[in-house]
């Protein structure tokens, strides 16, 4: 092994501190360097690192709606895996993965990669601060560990000269598409146009238009929002004056309604 590579999109740092413990896990243990690519700010997807045959990727975004997030694939169809094994991760907000991981797993086997492990792990959801508050935590950074060196275990027993690369399997239909909120009564709720407000307590640190990963705060007027907004929390959560703020009524309908809805702790799972 060469290089691992820690690959991701994280609006809110969650998937970050998952790729992180699997990626750094696995450096450890293979007595190697790590390298990074942090793809969630616009100036990061003007290009991709060149990783090579020899190299392990671990490769993380967050579940939108079921799936990759849909305003990443023109990024993602620009990736070179070069035959680099790769371990697709996907992370959800205590709901379900639907079919992220499957659609990301194929994404990264039609770019050259060798999938040979993936998994799925839940994080606190980016409209929230109640659904899966805090994860990952301490028990789902040592699953990740666990997960970690089961690959290790795996990937030391293949002669890659003698490999012979099946896609690895996971769960999920890749031919469903976007989960579709809907009221209790099964109206549709569309909530793709939404975008956050501004209240008064901003003090117009600008930290909203820095970690925004569409790029589309206003640098000049932080309350206002000219590009699309992808609802992935980062400039609420991050936002040191709590300024940032939904107030839609559809999108606080299936906000509420996924916390009563889903309070259950939902688990982590992988595949090897």
């Not at 239909?173 to 146009?193: A, F, L």
């Amino acid at each position: 092994m060469n290089t691992i590579w820690k690959i991701y999109f994280s609006a809110t740092g969650t998937t970050k501190k998952v790729v992180d413990c699997i990626g750094d896990e696995l450096a450890n243990k293979f007595g190697v360097s790590v390298m990074t690519h942090d793809f969630t700010l616009p100036e990061a997807r003007l290009s991709f690192p060149k990783v090579a045959s020899g190299d392990l990727v671990v490769f993380g975004v967050p579940t939108y709606a079921g799936r990759v997030p849909n305003l990443l694939l023109k990024y993602l169809d620009t990736i070179a895996g070069n035959g680099a094994l790769a371990v697709p991760v996907v992370t959800f907000g205590n709901r379900a993965f639907d079919n992220s991981l499957i659609e990301l797993r194929n994404i990264l086997e039609s770019h050259g990669f060798k999938t040979i492990a993936a998994g799925a792990f839940v994080c606190e959801h980016s409209f929230s601060y109640t659904l899966a508050a805090g994860r990952p935590d301490k028990n789902d950074l040592a699953f990740a560990k666990n997960f970690a060196e089961t690959i290790y275990n795996k990937v030391s027993e293949i002669d890659l000269n003698l490999y012979k690369h099946e896609p690895i399997f996971v769960d999920g239909d890749e031919n469903v598409g976007y989960y579709q909120p809907k009221t209790d009564e099964g109206t549709p709720i569309d909530i793709r146009k939404v975008k956050p407000e501004t209240n008064v307590n901003c003090t117009k640190c600008g930290t909203c238009a820095k970690v925004c990963p569409m790029g589309s705060i206003s640098s000049e007027d932080f309350s206002i929002v000219s590009g699309v907004c992808i609802k992935c929390g980062a400039c609420i959560k991050k936002c040191p004056a709590r300024a940032k703020y939904f107030d839609d009524a559809g999108y606080l309908y299936h906000k509420e309604q996924l916390e009563r809805n889903f309070q259950r702790p939902a688990g982590n799972i992988f595949f090897i």
